[in-house]
């Protein structure tokens, strides 16, 4: 037990120093980027800090992995490079079972990183991003105007001439329901629709209904408006990015997809990549002790360049899959998944020969 506390003393310790370094740096970027912006729109010091403030999480979860992979690899290499490690070796005790307690701290950041992306990095980005565009005097209208929305596969479409974000209400709307043909069916029209906690309510309503004897004008049926359940988001001028929203909202637009019978391999596969990123702090742990020891000159100099080669590494593999699932050479879960089976198994085999 006094092995396993030195050594996640002396990893914490690192991790925690590596972790304020990478934020102070990408967030002075971030400013850096933008001081001219900020500058030429007289925006303030406190709207400035503000924006920085909100940018935080986002840098932290940029920072923890490679903060892992470094403090791990630095930690390990130090080790060989005064020869504790050695000496641990010596009493019988091999790399693997020396470091299993630093794999299920990996594990357990991996879960956090997760939560803390979805519950924390996803809102305070959009907020970041928000006061920034208001700042610099660039936002965006969500209203929108001469939209279609397909639901249900095809078999229902909207069409509005205008929606009011602000009052989440549509004008001048046309539902066109269909067959599982795609003939004609049903056609409702109505003045307006207002969002109602499920559903869209309908004013001033009329129904056409095909029947035998041509097209009919016909009292609106409730089980036809009980299936208008497009919510607002979808009307908005403005596309959703599954990377800027959480899980949740992530889901309910790839249904929305499936559902219009629209393509969404690439939202599924970001989706994917939602759940499977945060396990990379699993993997650059593995990575870091397969590869530690490989020297004991110049160990800071080392272990950051292996960290950076690795990281590196893993990203480029990650994005090939990610446009092979965008453009369906592979599965959408397979897009996000692969990289992270495959560098367990690249770790797997760096470890099988590392020096013990």
Same mark, same amino acid.
């Given at each position: 037990? *006094?092995?396993?506390?030195?050594?996640? *003393? *002396?990893?914490f310790g690192i991790f925690f120093g590596s972790i304020l370094f990478f934020v102070l740096i990408l967030s002075l970027t971030d400013l850096f980027i933008n001081l001219w912006n900020y500058i030429s729109r007289g925006v303030t010091m406190s709207q400035v800090?503000?924006?920085?403030?909100?940018y935080i999480p986002k840098t932290v979860s940029f920072s923890v992995p490679i903060a892992v992979l470094f403090a791990t690899s630095y930690m390990l290499s130090d080790l060989y490079a005064k020869n504790e490690l050695l000496a641990i070796f010596a009493s019988g005790i091999s790399l693997l079972r020396f470091t299993v307690p630093l794999l299920f701290v990996a594990v357990a950041m991996s879960f956090g990183l997760f939560f803390f992306e979805d519950l924390l990095v996803v809102p305070t980005y959009a907020k970041k991003s928000q006061l920034q565009q208001q700042a610099l005097h660039r936002e965006k209208s969500l209203n929108n105007d001469k939209?279609?929305?397909?639901?249900?596969?095809g078999n229902v479409i909207y069409k509005a001439d205008y929606y009011d974000n602000k009052l989440e209400r549509l004008y001048t709307l046309y539902v066109l329901f269909r067959n599982e043909d795609k003939s004609f069916s049903n056609l409702i029209y109505a003045d307006n629709a207002v969002w109602s906690v499920d559903h869209w309510e309908l004013s001033n309503a009329v129904e056409y209904k095909k029947t035998e004897n041509g097209i009919e004008k016909?009292?609106?049926?409730?089980?036809?408006v009980?299936?208008?359940?497009? *919510?607002?988001?979808?009307?908005?001028?403005?596309?959703?990015?599954v990377q800027e929203v959480g899980t949740k909202e992530a889901k309910e637009y790839i249904e929305h997809l499936d559902r219009a019978g629209l393509p969404s391999a690439e939202e599924k596969s970001e989706y994917y990549k939602k759940f499977s990123f945060p396990f990379v702090v699993f993997i650059v742990v593995f990575l870091a002790i397969g590869l530690s020891g490989k020297t004991r000159k110049n160990v800071l100099i080392i272990s950051l360049a292996l960290c950076i080669g690795a990281v590196v590494l893993f990203y480029v593999t990650q994005m090939m899959t990610m446009l092979m699932a965008k453009f369906g050479t592979i599965p959408?879960?397979?897009?996000?998944?692969?990289p992270v089976i495959m560098f367990v198994i690249v770790s797997i085999i760096l470890l099988r020969y590392a020096k013990t």
């Open positions: 037990m *006094k092995l396993v506390g030195y050594m996640l *003393k *002396k990893f800090g503000l924006i920085m403030l909100y939209i279609v929305i397909m639901s249900e596969e016909i009292d609106v049926e409730k089980e036809l009980s299936r208008l359940t497009e *919510k607002p988001e979808i009307f908005r001028n403005n596309t959703i990015s959408p879960i397979a897009g996000a998944w692969s």
